[in-house]
Protein backbone atom coordinates (compact mmCIF):
# COMPACT_ATOMS: atom_id res chain seq x y z
CA UNK A 1 0.00 0.00 0.00
CA UNK A 2 1.60 3.63 -0.87
CA UNK A 3 2.29 5.87 2.47
CA UNK A 4 -0.04 8.31 1.01
CA UNK A 5 -3.50 6.64 1.48
CA UNK A 6 -2.27 4.41 4.66
CA UNK A 7 -4.94 4.34 7.35
CA UNK A 8 -4.24 5.31 10.62
CA UNK A 9 -4.18 2.09 13.00
CA UNK A 10 -6.66 2.10 16.19
CA UNK A 11 -3.36 1.21 18.59
CA UNK A 12 -3.27 4.22 21.10
CA UNK A 13 0.03 6.49 21.08
CA UNK A 14 1.16 7.75 23.73
CA UNK A 15 4.05 9.74 25.24
CA UNK A 16 5.05 10.33 28.83
CA UNK A 17 6.80 13.24 28.03
CA UNK A 18 8.24 16.44 29.67
CA UNK A 19 11.15 18.53 27.91
CA UNK A 20 13.21 19.17 31.51
CA UNK A 21 15.48 15.60 32.01
CA UNK A 22 15.90 13.70 34.81
CA UNK A 23 11.89 13.42 35.31
CA UNK A 24 12.16 9.27 35.14
CA UNK A 25 10.47 9.90 31.63
CA UNK A 26 12.06 5.97 30.17
CA UNK A 27 11.53 4.30 33.84
CA UNK A 28 7.99 5.71 33.64
CA UNK A 29 7.75 4.68 30.14
CA UNK A 30 8.78 1.17 30.54
CA UNK A 31 6.95 -0.01 33.81
CA UNK A 32 3.50 1.36 32.57
CA UNK A 33 3.97 -0.30 29.72
CA UNK A 34 4.93 -3.37 31.00
CA UNK A 35 1.94 -2.87 33.39
CA UNK A 36 0.02 -2.79 30.34
CA UNK A 37 0.90 -5.89 28.98
CA UNK A 38 0.57 -7.55 31.89
CA UNK A 39 -3.15 -6.52 32.35
CA UNK A 40 -3.12 -8.45 28.68
CA UNK A 41 -2.67 -5.49 26.30
CA UNK A 42 0.00 -5.82 22.87
CA UNK A 43 2.08 -2.41 23.57
CA UNK A 44 4.81 -1.71 21.02
CA UNK A 45 7.59 0.72 22.55
CA UNK A 46 9.24 3.10 19.73
CA UNK A 47 12.12 4.08 21.16
CA UNK A 48 12.60 7.64 19.64
CA UNK A 49 15.70 9.27 21.70
CA UNK A 50 18.93 9.01 20.20
CA UNK A 51 20.46 8.19 23.85
CA UNK A 52 18.57 5.31 23.53
CA UNK A 53 17.97 5.42 27.05
CA UNK A 54 14.83 2.64 26.59
CA UNK A 55 16.61 0.31 24.60
CA UNK A 56 19.74 0.34 27.02
CA UNK A 57 17.55 -0.60 29.94
CA UNK A 58 15.97 -3.57 27.77
CA UNK A 59 18.64 -4.98 25.91
CA UNK A 60 22.13 -6.12 26.81
CA UNK A 61 24.62 -3.98 26.14
CA UNK A 62 26.40 -6.11 23.95
CA UNK A 63 23.54 -6.75 21.65
CA UNK A 64 22.89 -3.08 21.57
CA UNK A 65 26.38 -2.60 20.15
CA UNK A 66 25.60 -4.86 17.78
CA UNK A 67 22.51 -3.53 16.47
CA UNK A 68 23.30 0.01 16.07
CA UNK A 69 26.82 -1.10 13.97
CA UNK A 70 24.31 -3.07 11.97
CA UNK A 71 21.42 -0.42 11.40
CA UNK A 72 22.16 0.38 7.84
CA UNK A 73 23.09 -3.19 6.61
CA UNK A 74 20.12 -5.37 5.23
CA UNK A 75 20.25 -6.77 8.48
CA UNK A 76 19.28 -3.68 10.56
CA UNK A 77 16.67 -2.99 12.67
CA UNK A 78 16.82 -0.24 14.73
CA UNK A 79 14.75 3.05 14.45
CA UNK A 80 17.28 4.34 11.98
CA UNK A 81 17.28 1.41 9.83
CA UNK A 82 13.58 2.52 9.10
CA UNK A 83 13.78 5.82 8.60
CA UNK A 84 16.58 5.90 6.88
CA UNK A 85 15.44 5.91 3.27
CA UNK A 86 13.11 8.57 4.14
CA UNK A 87 16.18 11.00 5.51
CA UNK A 88 18.22 10.39 2.82
CA UNK A 89 15.42 10.87 0.25
CA UNK A 90 16.12 7.61 -1.14
CA UNK A 91 13.06 5.90 -0.38
CA UNK A 92 10.04 5.57 1.99
CA UNK A 93 10.05 4.17 5.48
CA UNK A 94 11.76 0.31 5.90
CA UNK A 95 9.27 -1.38 8.43
CA UNK A 96 11.36 -3.07 10.72
CA UNK A 97 9.89 -5.75 12.74
CA UNK A 98 10.17 -4.73 16.57
CA UNK A 99 12.02 -7.55 19.15
CA UNK A 100 9.55 -9.42 21.29
CA UNK A 101 11.35 -8.59 24.99
CA UNK A 102 11.13 -10.61 27.68
CA UNK A 103 8.31 -9.06 28.66
CA UNK A 104 5.20 -11.04 27.12
CA UNK A 105 3.22 -9.00 25.05
CA UNK A 106 5.84 -5.82 25.13
CA UNK A 107 7.54 -5.10 21.69
CA UNK A 108 10.53 -2.70 21.19
CA UNK A 109 11.66 -1.38 18.28
CA UNK A 110 15.11 0.06 19.09
CA UNK A 111 16.48 3.50 19.48
CA UNK A 112 19.74 4.87 17.03
CA UNK A 113 21.83 7.51 17.83
CA UNK A 114 21.88 7.82 14.32
CA UNK A 115 18.28 9.24 14.56
CA UNK A 116 20.00 12.63 15.15
CA UNK A 117 20.58 12.57 11.46
CA UNK A 118 16.92 12.14 10.48
CA UNK A 119 16.20 15.17 13.23
CA UNK A 120 18.13 17.41 11.38
CA UNK A 121 16.30 17.12 7.90
CA UNK A 122 13.35 17.44 10.38
CA UNK A 123 13.29 21.56 10.48
CA UNK A 124 13.46 21.00 6.27
CA UNK A 125 10.49 18.66 6.43
CA UNK A 126 8.37 20.90 8.89
CA UNK A 127 8.72 23.97 6.67
CA UNK A 128 8.02 21.99 3.33
CA UNK A 129 5.15 20.75 4.85
CA UNK A 130 3.63 24.57 4.69
CA UNK A 131 4.15 24.44 1.24
CA UNK A 132 2.27 21.50 0.76
CA UNK A 133 5.31 19.63 -0.21
CA UNK A 134 4.65 15.59 -0.07
CA UNK A 135 8.14 14.96 0.83
CA UNK A 136 7.52 17.13 3.92
CA UNK A 137 4.81 15.16 5.10
CA UNK A 138 6.86 11.89 4.70
CA UNK A 139 9.44 13.31 6.33
CA UNK A 140 7.57 14.42 9.40
CA UNK A 141 5.64 11.50 9.69
CA UNK A 142 8.13 8.95 9.06
CA UNK A 143 8.17 7.38 12.80
CA UNK A 144 3.96 7.55 12.72
CA UNK A 145 4.15 5.49 9.49
CA UNK A 146 6.69 3.26 11.04
CA UNK A 147 4.18 2.87 14.55
CA UNK A 148 1.26 2.82 12.43
CA UNK A 149 3.13 0.07 9.84
CA UNK A 150 3.99 -1.79 13.03
CA UNK A 151 0.57 -1.86 15.05
CA UNK A 152 -1.21 -3.34 12.27
CA UNK A 153 0.92 -6.32 11.61
CA UNK A 154 1.09 -6.91 15.22
CA UNK A 155 -2.09 -5.99 16.18
CA UNK A 156 -0.74 -3.33 19.09
CA UNK A 157 -3.09 -1.59 21.78
CA UNK A 158 -0.85 0.82 22.69
CA UNK A 159 2.58 2.20 21.39
CA UNK A 160 4.59 4.42 23.63
CA UNK A 161 7.18 6.85 22.30
CA UNK A 162 10.35 7.49 24.25
CA UNK A 163 11.45 11.03 23.48
CA UNK A 164 14.49 13.36 24.92
CA UNK A 165 14.38 15.68 27.37
CA UNK A 166 14.15 18.73 24.77
CA UNK A 167 11.64 20.97 22.75
CA UNK A 168 13.34 20.27 19.03
CA UNK A 169 11.63 19.13 15.76
CA UNK A 170 11.33 15.05 16.63
CA UNK A 171 9.64 15.65 19.72
CA UNK A 172 7.41 17.90 17.73
CA UNK A 173 6.58 15.14 15.45
CA UNK A 174 6.24 12.24 18.42
CA UNK A 175 3.63 14.91 20.65
CA UNK A 176 1.84 15.43 17.17
CA UNK A 177 1.20 12.08 16.16
CA UNK A 178 0.47 11.20 20.16
CA UNK A 179 -3.54 10.59 20.70
CA UNK A 180 -2.47 11.04 24.21
CA UNK A 181 0.22 12.63 26.39
CA UNK A 182 0.67 11.93 30.01
CA UNK A 183 3.45 14.38 31.56
CA UNK A 184 5.91 13.48 34.56
CA UNK A 185 6.88 16.03 37.05
CA UNK A 186 9.54 15.72 39.66
CA UNK A 187 9.34 17.28 43.10
CA UNK A 188 11.79 20.66 42.52
CA UNK A 189 11.61 24.30 41.50
CA UNK A 190 12.66 23.38 37.81
CA UNK A 191 9.96 20.95 36.93
CA UNK A 192 7.14 23.52 38.08
CA UNK A 193 9.37 26.54 35.39
CA UNK A 194 9.22 23.65 32.78
CA UNK A 195 5.31 23.17 32.55
CA UNK A 196 5.48 26.96 31.28
CA UNK A 197 7.36 26.31 28.47
CA UNK A 198 5.86 23.02 27.98
CA UNK A 199 2.33 23.90 27.70
CA UNK A 200 3.23 26.71 25.37
CA UNK A 201 5.38 24.96 22.96
CA UNK A 202 2.52 22.19 22.83
CA UNK A 203 -0.20 24.77 22.29
CA UNK A 204 1.84 25.97 19.37
CA UNK A 205 2.91 22.71 17.83
CA UNK A 206 -0.86 22.07 17.65
CA UNK A 207 -1.56 25.00 16.34
CA UNK A 208 0.56 24.84 13.34
CA UNK A 209 0.02 21.77 12.70
CA UNK A 210 -3.57 22.73 12.53
CA UNK A 211 -2.75 25.18 9.82
CA UNK A 212 -0.69 22.34 7.81
CA UNK A 213 -3.60 19.71 8.43
CA UNK A 214 -5.98 22.45 6.95
CA UNK A 215 -4.03 22.95 3.97
CA UNK A 216 -2.87 19.52 2.73
CA UNK A 217 -3.58 17.96 -0.08
CA UNK A 218 -5.68 15.05 -0.27
CA UNK A 219 -4.86 11.36 0.60
CA UNK A 220 -1.62 12.40 2.26
CA UNK A 221 -0.70 10.37 5.59
CA UNK A 222 -0.78 13.17 8.09
CA UNK A 223 -0.22 13.42 11.86
CA UNK A 224 -3.01 13.28 13.89
CA UNK A 225 -2.27 17.18 15.59
CA UNK A 226 -4.15 16.20 18.66
CA UNK A 227 -2.46 14.85 21.77
CA UNK A 228 -5.37 15.05 24.68
CA UNK A 229 -3.45 15.19 27.86
CA UNK A 230 -4.23 12.56 30.01
CA UNK A 231 -2.76 14.04 33.38
CA UNK A 232 1.02 14.21 35.27
CA UNK A 233 3.07 11.89 37.35
CA UNK A 234 4.62 13.46 40.12
CA UNK A 235 7.28 11.08 40.99
CA UNK A 236 10.28 10.34 42.98
CA UNK A 237 9.73 11.81 46.47
CA UNK A 238 10.25 10.49 49.18
CA UNK A 239 7.60 8.95 51.81
CA UNK A 240 7.66 9.03 55.48
CA UNK A 241 4.49 6.85 56.82
CA UNK A 242 3.06 6.61 53.48
CA UNK A 243 2.80 10.32 53.29
CA UNK A 244 4.86 12.43 51.40
CA UNK A 245 7.73 13.74 53.13
CA UNK A 246 7.43 17.54 53.96
CA UNK A 247 9.92 18.67 51.38
CA UNK A 248 8.33 17.30 48.72
CA UNK A 249 5.02 17.99 50.29
CA UNK A 250 5.16 21.87 49.15
CA UNK A 251 5.64 21.32 45.53
CA UNK A 252 2.85 19.02 44.81
CA UNK A 253 0.15 21.56 45.14
CA UNK A 254 2.96 23.66 42.94
CA UNK A 255 2.80 21.15 40.43
CA UNK A 256 -0.81 20.84 40.09
CA UNK A 257 -1.44 24.39 40.04
CA UNK A 258 1.29 24.72 37.33
CA UNK A 259 -0.16 21.66 35.42
CA UNK A 260 -4.04 23.50 35.50
CA UNK A 261 -2.43 27.03 34.48
CA UNK A 262 0.38 26.31 32.17
CA UNK A 263 -0.66 23.07 30.66
CA UNK A 264 -4.32 22.42 31.02
CA UNK A 265 -5.80 25.84 30.53
CA UNK A 266 -3.37 27.13 27.56
CA UNK A 267 -4.45 24.10 25.49
CA UNK A 268 -8.46 24.32 26.01
CA UNK A 269 -7.39 28.12 24.78
CA UNK A 270 -6.96 26.15 22.11
CA UNK A 271 -9.43 23.16 22.18
CA UNK A 272 -11.25 22.21 25.30
CA UNK A 273 -10.80 18.59 23.70
CA UNK A 274 -7.43 18.60 24.21
CA UNK A 275 -7.85 18.49 27.73
CA UNK A 276 -11.42 17.35 28.27
CA UNK A 277 -11.14 16.69 32.09
CA UNK A 278 -12.26 18.83 35.35
CA UNK A 279 -8.68 20.45 36.74
CA UNK A 280 -8.70 17.98 39.67
CA UNK A 281 -8.79 14.94 37.36
CA UNK A 282 -5.17 15.33 36.07
CA UNK A 283 -3.47 13.34 38.83
CA UNK A 284 -2.66 10.28 36.99
CA UNK A 285 -0.57 8.73 39.69
CA UNK A 286 2.50 9.70 42.35
CA UNK A 287 5.53 7.30 42.47
CA UNK A 288 7.49 7.50 45.43
CA UNK A 289 10.86 6.78 45.41
CA UNK A 290 11.66 2.92 44.85
CA UNK A 291 14.88 3.85 46.20
CA UNK A 292 17.67 0.42 45.40
CA UNK A 293 14.70 -1.34 43.79
CA UNK A 294 14.73 1.11 40.49
CA UNK A 295 18.78 0.69 39.48
CA UNK A 296 18.56 -3.15 40.67
CA UNK A 297 15.57 -3.26 37.91
CA UNK A 298 17.42 -1.43 35.75
CA UNK A 299 20.53 -3.72 35.92
CA UNK A 300 18.19 -6.69 35.01
CA UNK A 301 16.21 -5.07 32.28
CA UNK A 302 12.62 -5.86 34.04
CA UNK A 303 10.06 -4.03 35.59
CA UNK A 304 10.74 -2.56 39.34
CA UNK A 305 7.72 -5.48 40.51
CA UNK A 306 10.19 -8.02 39.28
CA UNK A 307 12.89 -7.06 41.96
CA UNK A 308 12.94 -6.86 45.59
CA UNK A 309 11.09 -8.94 48.42
CA UNK A 310 7.28 -10.19 47.58
CA UNK A 311 5.98 -7.46 49.69
CA UNK A 312 7.75 -4.92 47.75
CA UNK A 313 7.15 -5.93 44.40
CA UNK A 314 3.63 -6.05 45.49
CA UNK A 315 3.78 -2.65 46.28
CA UNK A 316 5.07 -1.22 43.02
CA UNK A 317 2.83 -3.60 40.72
CA UNK A 318 0.08 -2.21 42.27
CA UNK A 319 1.24 1.75 41.70
CA UNK A 320 1.97 0.68 37.97
CA UNK A 321 -1.14 -1.42 37.72
CA UNK A 322 -3.67 1.29 39.36
CA UNK A 323 -1.48 3.81 36.41
CA UNK A 324 -2.01 1.49 33.65
CA UNK A 325 -5.59 1.18 34.82
CA UNK A 326 -6.37 4.73 34.68
CA UNK A 327 -4.62 4.81 31.14
CA UNK A 328 -6.94 2.43 29.69
CA UNK A 329 -9.91 4.47 31.06
CA UNK A 330 -8.36 7.52 29.99
CA UNK A 331 -8.07 6.52 26.33
CA UNK A 332 -10.69 4.52 25.47
CA UNK A 333 -12.89 5.87 23.11
CA UNK A 334 -11.04 8.80 21.78
CA UNK B 1 -31.57 48.30 11.11
CA UNK B 2 -29.59 45.26 12.41
CA UNK B 3 -31.24 43.07 15.34
CA UNK B 4 -29.13 42.60 18.44
CA UNK B 5 -29.39 38.86 17.54
CA UNK B 6 -27.27 39.60 13.80
CA UNK B 7 -24.84 41.97 15.26
CA UNK B 8 -24.01 38.97 17.58
CA UNK B 9 -24.08 36.71 14.99
CA UNK B 10 -22.01 38.87 12.56
CA UNK B 11 -19.45 39.81 15.17
CA UNK B 12 -19.13 35.58 15.37
CA UNK B 13 -18.47 35.41 11.62
CA UNK B 14 -15.78 38.11 11.89
CA UNK B 15 -14.02 36.74 14.93
CA UNK B 16 -14.14 33.18 12.96
CA UNK B 17 -12.51 34.48 10.21
CA UNK B 18 -10.06 36.54 12.37
CA UNK B 19 -9.02 32.99 13.64
CA UNK B 20 -8.55 31.51 10.80
CA UNK B 21 -6.50 34.33 8.79
CA UNK B 22 -2.82 32.41 9.47
CA UNK B 23 -4.64 29.21 7.27
CA UNK B 24 -5.82 31.90 4.59
CA UNK B 25 -2.88 34.02 4.39
CA UNK B 26 -0.64 30.56 4.28
CA UNK B 27 -2.71 29.28 1.69
CA UNK B 28 -2.32 32.44 -0.82
CA UNK B 29 1.80 33.10 -0.07
CA UNK B 30 2.18 29.00 -0.41
CA UNK B 31 0.20 29.56 -4.17
CA UNK B 32 2.30 32.16 -4.89
CA UNK B 33 5.49 30.51 -4.61
CA UNK B 34 4.14 28.14 -6.70
CA UNK B 35 2.87 30.04 -9.50
CA UNK B 36 6.27 31.92 -9.91
CA UNK B 37 8.43 28.55 -9.73
CA UNK B 38 6.56 27.66 -12.49
CA UNK B 39 8.50 27.77 -15.65
CA UNK B 40 5.29 26.95 -17.78
CA UNK B 41 3.79 29.99 -16.07
CA UNK B 42 6.63 32.68 -14.52
CA UNK B 43 7.59 34.28 -18.20
CA UNK B 44 4.06 34.99 -18.65
CA UNK B 45 3.78 36.71 -15.74
CA UNK B 46 4.74 40.12 -14.72
CA UNK B 47 3.91 40.27 -11.54
CA UNK B 48 1.36 38.94 -8.52
CA UNK B 49 -0.31 40.55 -5.90
CA UNK B 50 -1.47 38.78 -2.32
CA UNK B 51 -4.52 40.25 -0.72
CA UNK B 52 -6.38 38.81 2.52
CA UNK B 53 -9.83 40.99 3.21
CA UNK B 54 -9.60 42.79 6.38
CA UNK B 55 -12.10 41.55 9.22
CA UNK B 56 -13.51 45.32 8.76
CA UNK B 57 -14.24 44.51 5.21
CA UNK B 58 -15.89 41.63 6.05
CA UNK B 59 -18.28 42.68 8.44
CA UNK B 60 -19.38 45.39 5.73
CA UNK B 61 -19.42 43.16 3.18
CA UNK B 62 -21.74 41.14 5.61
CA UNK B 63 -23.87 44.00 6.52
CA UNK B 64 -24.09 44.69 2.97
CA UNK B 65 -25.45 40.93 2.52
CA UNK B 66 -27.95 41.36 5.46
CA UNK B 67 -29.60 44.72 4.13
CA UNK B 68 -29.64 42.64 0.99
CA UNK B 69 -31.76 40.00 2.34
CA UNK B 70 -33.79 42.26 4.50
CA UNK B 71 -34.74 44.23 1.63
CA UNK B 72 -36.02 41.43 -0.50
CA UNK B 73 -37.37 39.94 2.73
CA UNK B 74 -34.91 37.12 2.53
CA UNK B 75 -33.41 34.92 5.75
CA UNK B 76 -29.73 36.30 6.22
CA UNK B 77 -28.62 32.44 5.56
CA UNK B 78 -24.88 33.46 6.64
CA UNK B 79 -23.04 30.60 9.35
CA UNK B 80 -20.00 29.52 10.88
CA UNK B 81 -20.76 26.57 9.02
CA UNK B 82 -21.14 28.09 5.54
CA UNK B 83 -19.10 31.18 6.01
CA UNK B 84 -15.87 30.21 3.99
CA UNK B 85 -18.29 28.72 1.52
CA UNK B 86 -20.05 31.19 0.61
CA UNK B 87 -17.76 34.14 1.10
CA UNK B 88 -14.88 32.83 -1.96
CA UNK B 89 -12.90 36.32 -2.00
CA UNK B 90 -11.27 35.82 1.68
CA UNK B 91 -7.46 35.41 0.23
CA UNK B 92 -7.27 36.55 -3.18
CA UNK B 93 -4.33 36.37 -5.39
CA UNK B 94 -4.04 38.41 -8.97
CA UNK B 95 -1.85 37.39 -11.92
CA UNK B 96 -1.22 40.38 -14.40
CA UNK B 97 0.12 39.39 -17.26
CA UNK B 98 0.45 41.73 -20.56
CA UNK B 99 -1.91 40.75 -23.51
CA UNK B 100 -4.92 38.60 -23.73
CA UNK B 101 -3.09 36.02 -25.80
CA UNK B 102 -1.45 35.16 -22.71
CA UNK B 103 -4.00 33.78 -21.01
CA UNK B 104 -3.99 30.49 -22.81
CA UNK B 105 -0.50 29.83 -21.37
CA UNK B 106 -1.33 30.91 -18.23
CA UNK B 107 -4.66 28.79 -18.46
CA UNK B 108 -2.89 25.42 -19.21
CA UNK B 109 0.39 26.28 -16.56
CA UNK B 110 -2.10 26.35 -14.17
CA UNK B 111 -4.03 23.27 -14.91
CA UNK B 112 -0.77 21.57 -14.50
CA UNK B 113 0.30 23.35 -11.83
CA UNK B 114 -3.38 22.63 -9.97
CA UNK B 115 -3.27 18.91 -11.04
CA UNK B 116 0.57 18.16 -9.82
CA UNK B 117 -0.13 20.58 -6.10
CA UNK B 118 -3.23 18.58 -5.78
CA UNK B 119 -5.64 21.67 -5.53
CA UNK B 120 -9.48 21.54 -6.26
CA UNK B 121 -10.96 24.06 -8.91
CA UNK B 122 -14.25 24.43 -7.38
CA UNK B 123 -15.64 27.26 -9.85
CA UNK B 124 -13.59 28.72 -13.20
CA UNK B 125 -11.87 29.67 -15.07
CA UNK B 126 -14.85 32.02 -15.99
CA UNK B 127 -14.16 35.40 -18.00
CA UNK B 128 -15.81 38.31 -16.92
CA UNK B 129 -15.85 40.24 -19.96
CA UNK B 130 -18.17 43.02 -22.03
CA UNK B 131 -16.52 43.43 -24.96
CA UNK B 132 -18.35 40.98 -27.66
CA UNK B 133 -15.63 40.41 -29.48
CA UNK B 134 -13.48 39.28 -26.43
CA UNK B 135 -16.32 37.12 -25.15
CA UNK B 136 -15.79 34.95 -29.14
CA UNK B 137 -12.05 34.92 -27.69
CA UNK B 138 -12.52 33.36 -24.68
CA UNK B 139 -14.67 31.27 -25.92
CA UNK B 140 -12.91 29.71 -28.37
CA UNK B 141 -10.20 29.41 -25.43
CA UNK B 142 -13.09 26.84 -23.63
CA UNK B 143 -13.22 29.48 -21.04
CA UNK B 144 -16.59 30.37 -19.84
CA UNK B 145 -17.45 33.89 -20.02
CA UNK B 146 -19.73 35.99 -17.76
CA UNK B 147 -21.14 39.47 -18.24
CA UNK B 148 -21.54 41.36 -14.87
CA UNK B 149 -23.40 44.66 -14.03
CA UNK B 150 -20.08 46.63 -13.71
CA UNK B 151 -17.31 47.21 -16.65
CA UNK B 152 -14.86 44.98 -14.43
CA UNK B 153 -12.54 42.46 -16.86
CA UNK B 154 -10.80 39.69 -15.21
CA UNK B 155 -10.32 35.58 -15.51
CA UNK B 156 -11.90 33.90 -12.08
CA UNK B 157 -10.72 30.78 -10.48
CA UNK B 158 -11.33 29.22 -7.00
CA UNK B 159 -9.42 27.04 -5.49
CA UNK B 160 -9.63 24.59 -2.78
CA UNK B 161 -6.70 23.07 -0.75
CA UNK B 162 -8.51 19.74 -0.07
CA UNK B 163 -11.70 17.99 -0.22
CA UNK B 164 -12.43 18.42 3.53
CA UNK B 165 -11.32 22.28 4.73
CA UNK B 166 -14.34 25.13 3.60
CA UNK B 167 -11.42 27.53 3.23
CA UNK B 168 -10.85 28.75 -0.56
CA UNK B 169 -8.64 30.82 -2.44
CA UNK B 170 -9.75 33.43 -5.37
CA UNK B 171 -7.12 33.39 -8.26
CA UNK B 172 -7.98 36.04 -10.92
CA UNK B 173 -6.20 36.72 -14.47
CA UNK B 174 -5.56 39.82 -16.26
CA UNK B 175 -3.52 42.32 -17.87
CA UNK B 176 -1.95 45.40 -16.96
CA UNK B 177 -4.44 47.85 -18.49
CA UNK B 178 -7.10 45.93 -17.01
CA UNK B 179 -5.34 45.98 -13.61
CA UNK B 180 -4.94 49.72 -13.81
CA UNK B 181 -9.15 50.36 -14.73
CA UNK B 182 -9.75 47.95 -11.77
CA UNK B 183 -7.56 50.03 -9.19
CA UNK B 184 -9.25 52.90 -10.43
CA UNK B 185 -12.68 51.44 -9.97
CA UNK B 186 -11.66 49.72 -6.41
CA UNK B 187 -10.14 53.47 -5.04
CA UNK B 188 -13.55 54.71 -5.95
CA UNK B 189 -16.13 52.61 -5.32
CA UNK B 190 -15.13 50.31 -2.65
CA UNK B 191 -16.36 49.11 -0.33
CA UNK B 192 -19.49 51.41 -0.60
CA UNK B 193 -20.30 52.24 -4.71
CA UNK B 194 -19.29 56.46 -5.30
CA UNK B 195 -22.57 58.49 -5.77
CA UNK B 196 -20.69 61.05 -7.51
CA UNK B 197 -22.25 61.16 -10.66
CA UNK B 198 -18.88 62.21 -12.52
CA UNK B 199 -16.46 59.92 -11.28
CA UNK B 200 -18.69 56.91 -12.52
CA UNK B 201 -19.14 58.61 -15.78
CA UNK B 202 -15.51 59.37 -15.94
CA UNK B 203 -14.76 55.38 -15.15
CA UNK B 204 -16.98 54.06 -18.10
CA UNK B 205 -15.26 56.37 -20.19
CA UNK B 206 -11.84 54.98 -18.41
CA UNK B 207 -12.95 51.28 -18.97
CA UNK B 208 -13.22 52.23 -22.62
CA UNK B 209 -9.94 54.13 -22.95
CA UNK B 210 -7.91 50.89 -21.31
CA UNK B 211 -9.79 48.48 -22.92
CA UNK B 212 -8.09 50.59 -26.41
CA UNK B 213 -4.91 50.12 -24.90
CA UNK B 214 -5.37 46.76 -24.35
CA UNK B 215 -6.80 46.08 -27.57
CA UNK B 216 -3.77 47.69 -28.78
CA UNK B 217 -1.14 45.98 -27.54
CA UNK B 218 -2.80 42.84 -28.56
CA UNK B 219 -3.13 44.02 -31.80
CA UNK B 220 1.04 44.58 -31.43
CA UNK B 221 1.39 41.17 -30.16
CA UNK B 222 -0.45 39.45 -32.43
CA UNK B 223 1.55 41.68 -35.78
CA UNK B 224 4.81 40.52 -33.90
CA UNK B 225 3.29 36.81 -33.80
CA UNK B 226 2.19 36.85 -37.24
CA UNK B 227 5.70 38.45 -38.44
CA UNK B 228 7.81 36.16 -36.92
CA UNK B 229 5.87 32.88 -38.16
CA UNK B 230 6.38 34.73 -41.62
CA UNK B 231 9.94 34.86 -41.15
CA UNK B 232 10.34 31.39 -39.98
CA UNK B 233 8.28 29.77 -43.01
CA UNK B 234 10.54 32.04 -45.39
CA UNK B 235 14.03 30.87 -44.03
Redesign the interface.
Known amino acids: MPPNSMKRHKSKRIAIFNHKGGVGKTTLTINIAAALARLGKRVLLLDSDPQCNLTSYLVDPDVVDDMLDSSETPKGRTVWTAVRPVAEGTADVKVVEPIETSISRLFLIPGDIALSKYEQDLHTSWGEC???RVRGFRGVSALSFLANSVSAAYEIDFVFYDSGPNIGPLNRSILLDCDFFAVPASCDGFSVQALKTLGRTLYEWVRDWS?VM?????DIYLLRGRPTFVGHIIQRFREYAEQPATSYRAFIPRIERGITSDVVNVLRELDKSLAPLSSTQYKLGQIKDFGRLAPQAQLQGVPIWKVGNANESDNAWEVFKALAEKIIERTNGN | MATKAQKKLIEELVRHYRERIPEFKTFASVLRTQILGSPMLRKHIRFIRVRIKEPDHLRDKLYRKLKEATDKRKKFSYSKKNLFVKINDLAGLRIIHLHTQQIIPVRDGLRTLFDEERYRVVAGPTARIWDEEYKRFFKDAGIATKTGKTLYTSVHYVLKPNRKTPITCELQVRTLLEEVWGEVDHELNYPHESDILACREQLAALARATWSCNRLIDAIYRTKADADQRRGMDS
Open positions: FQRTNLAPD
